[in-house]
């Protein structure tokens, strides 16, 4: 992405990059760098920050008190990609919903990574991420190419109850639990396409200059946890 997208910032165009935003922490400093020394607009697309069902479970976050812990499953049967593992190809999905919700950055990521199909090589196709947040709230993300039914879903544990988004469900996708698993409700949120919202906000970043919702800053803050958990995997799960 970085070698296709540069010339187009260097002519200050505004420009969409697909997730994972960049290969490298390396890379994604060199975009954000140029897109401000050019003051070329740049979107990066973590779909789930556009979806309706996502934006009305994250209002429901004051309902639940203190987050205690959020769960993130990404899993599906395939593909499995020549050019990057699992954890680069869902994970991305879970970590920008979760900085979304918390605001902030984790202080320290812990992984996992397992080469089923591939044994010796970093094409992992499952993972388990652990990014410890601060003030004691714990993400856990699992992701896998192995699984025989598609998953995407984000459980959010707090104080007071949780909150289910499940991306796969056709309705429903959002569910809040009261204490105990007690009182459940199902919001009513607006269906258009998250790909048609994505597509839409980066038309008017196009057209009138708006900023994007997902900028390169925000690509950059997830490739630092892809990157630091990669670091993780090598020593065995350590920080």
């Not at 969409?16 to 697309?45: C, H, W, Y």
């Not at 879970?94 to 992984?111: F, K, R």
């Not at 607006?190 to 919202?197: A, F, Q, Y």
Request: hydrophobic residues 35%; neutral net charge.
């Amino acid at each position: 992405h970085t070698e296709i997208a540069f010339p187009f910032i260097e002519r200050k165009l505004p420009v969409f990059i697909e997730k994972p935003f960049t290969q490298s922490l390396k890379d994604a400093r060199k975009i954000v760098r140029a897109s401000q020394k050019s003051n070329s607009p740049v979107m990066v697309g973590h779909l789930h920050l556009y979806s309706h069902a996502y934006a009305e479970a994250k209002k429901l976050l004051k309902n639940i008190g203190v987050i205690n812990l959020m769960v993130g499953e990404g899993a599906s049967n395939g593909p499995h990609r020549e050019d990057y593992s699992v954890l680069w190809d869902y994970a991305p999905h879970d970590i920008s919903m979760m900085l979304d919700m918390m605001g902030e950055m984790p202080t320290s990521v812990e992984a996992w990574g397992i080469s089923t199909l591939r044994p010796s090589t970093k094409l992992y196709d499952t993972s388990y991420l652990k990014l410890n947040f601060p003030r004691g709230t714990t993400g856990i993300i699992f992701s896998s190419s192995l699984m025989s039914q598609k998953r995407k879903r984000l459980t959010v544990v707090g104080e007071k109850g949780s909150i289910v988004y499940d991306d796969v469900l056709s309705e429903n996708k959002v569910s809040f639990f009261g204490e105990d698993g007690k009182d459940t409700l199902y919001p009513i949120y607006e269906t258009t396409p998250p790909l048609t919202l994505e597509l839409q906000a980066f038309l008017e970043t196009v057209q009138i200059g708006a900023k994007p919702k997902t900028d390169a800053q925000n690509g950059l803050e997830g490739i630092a946890i892809l990157e630091a958990a990669e670091k993780s995997i090598a020593k065995n799960g350590q920080q």
